[in-house]
């Protein structure tokens, strides 16, 4: 008991010292924060590396911490060595004796960092500033890629050119000083890739700027002609005379001259992707993309023959509802199996599962031929119903035109055969032999008035021989008209 009594007064001014150096220390730490949190504020480290009063507060805050590690850290040593705990204070007064050393290169990489994210935000700002004043936004609402072509302020969703510009140029004029700055580390594990990495960036840097700036014009040019193509088809009425022959508006969303256009501009932009990743040296996205623009031809026809397909089956369709109103729903049916006929033919045609499309290919064929029974079975019985309906009323209609035919010529008949029946019995009646009177008139010959006061026909008791004006030869049916009377 005596001797632990007389180690703890031995060791008690080492244990004071070590917790007065541990109070110093925090205390030190402290005040090592609050003075770089101020500077930093001072220094307005909000508008040169943060976008905002908390991107500030943070970065002030996180210099802070760093400030008061650092200073408590520096006393942990000598606090350890009056607590007797050489063991954790050797290693650790080895450790901050090298970082001690290392400070120099530290500030050294710091200094460069902070002057590079200044410069680079700098820069930012300016390039954004300018870019704005141009208004190169407009040159995207030109390229048809702004979803509100009048509005000049890009909306939350959005990114505008100006943005964009300042942020390619933050990075390109920051990655220099972070070389510069992984240089004087002199750590080699960390710095030799990294440096080499960025280093590749920097020489490629000229090349993506090319790159892009390549994909900005195809984008352009491929608006450009895909709306001449897309205004030429609108201008010649092609795309209102296959909605006509479809018998389907616009607001249906098919438009000829838009679907072509469309069509051609990606084909523009693709060629030109291809040629900024062969400019790059991506050889697998240009490989990938030459590969694709060898399957444009199939992938075309294959398109042209889904186009053909849609324009066939809206116009069967439409002939279907215009011919029989009952079958609508055939006429969907049969719209419907068109469709799917040249979907299946585009997918043969693109070489897709050749031995199951030709299987689908019958199966659709069969299914189809069937549902076409059925549904015109179903919707064109009504059709059938009144069709049959308005034959049978049109034969009885014909049946009661010809009995009115024959009974009106029957009638005429016996009015005429009357009228020559009167006319006769009053020429008899009426007949005189010193007036010229009606003669009997024959088959091909009409009335004849005669002025012989002589006449044998008229006068039965007159002599022929003295003026005997009608004679057979004159009027050889003469006889004949005697014995049919």
Not at 194 to 199: G, I, P, Q, Y
Not at 443 to 463: F, K, L, M, S
Request: proline fraction near 4%.
């Amino acid at each position: 008991m005596n001797d632990l009594t007389v180690s703890i007064e031995r060791s008690l001014p080492d244990i004071l010292v070590g917790i007065i150096y541990l109070i110093i220390a925090i205390a030190a730490g402290y005040l090592v924060k609050m003075l770089i949190v101020k500077g930093a504020k001072a220094l307005k480290l909000n508008e040169k590396l943060g976008d905002n009063a908390k991107d500030a507060n943070s970065i002030a805050e996180l210099l802070g911490k760093l400030g008061f590690i650092l200073t408590v850290l520096f006393f942990l040593p000598g606090i350890f060595d009056r607590f007797g705990l050489t063991n954790i204070s050797s290693p650790l007064t080895d450790m901050v004796g090298t970082f001690l050393g290392y400070i120099p290169r530290l500030i050294g990489a710091a200094l460069l960092l902070f002057l590079g994210f200044v410069i680079a935000r700098i820069v930012q700002q300016l390039v954004m500033g300018f870019l704005q004043k141009v208004k190169v936004d407009r040159l995207k609402e030109k390229m048809g890629l702004s979803s509100s072509p009048h509005r000049e302020q890009p909306t939350q969703n959005s990114v505008s050119l100006a943005d964009l510009g300042g942020k390619i140029l933050y990075v390109i004029v920051l990655i220099p000083f972070i070389i510069a700055a992984l240089e004087v580390l002199d750590i080699r594990a960390i710095t030799d890739p990294a440096v080499d990495m960025l280093s590749r960036i920097t020489d490629i840097i000229p090349q993506i700027i090319a790159a892009g700036i390549l994909i900005v014009i195809g984008v352009f040019i491929g608006k450009m002609v895909g709306d001449l193509v897309e205004n030429l088809i609108d201008g010649f009425g092609l795309s209102d005379r296959v909605a006509d022959i479809m018998d389907e508006p616009k607001a249906s969303g098919f438009d000829l001259g838009n679907v072509i256009g469309m069509i051609v501009k990606i084909l523009i932009i693709l060629f030109f992707t291809v040629q900024a990743f062969d400019l790059i040296g991506l050889e697998i996205f240009q490989t990938i993309g030459a590969a694709i623009i060898a399957y444009l031809p199939m992938i075309l026809s294959a398109l042209l023959i889904l186009l053909g397909g849609y324009i066939l089956g809206s116009v069967v369709k439409r002939f279907i509802v215009k011919t029989i109103p009952e079958a609508r729903f055939a006429a969907i049916v049969v719209k419907f199996v068109i469709l799917a006929i040249a979907a299946l033919m585009a997918l043969s045609h693109l070489g897709i599962g050749a031995l199951f499309v030709e299987t689908l290919f019958i199966a659709v064929i069969v299914a189809a031929a069937v549902a076409f029974a059925l549904a015109f079975g179903i919707g064109g019985r009504e059709f059938a119903k009144n069709m049959l309906g308005k034959l049978e009323r049109n034969m009885e209609e014909s049946k009661g035109s010809l009995k009115e035919i024959q009974k009106k010529v029957e009638e005429e008949d016996r009015q005429k055969e009357a009228e020559q029946k009167a006319q006769l019995d009053e020429i008899r009646q009426s007949g005189s032999p010193d007036k010229g009177e009606y003669r009997a008139p024959s088959r091909n010959q009409g009335p004849v008035i005669t002025e012989v006061h002589n006449d044998p026909y008229v006068n039965p008791n007159a002599d022929p021989n003295v003026n005997p004006t009608i004679r057979p030869d004159v009027n050889p049916n003469f006889g004949k008209d005697n014995e049919d009377m």
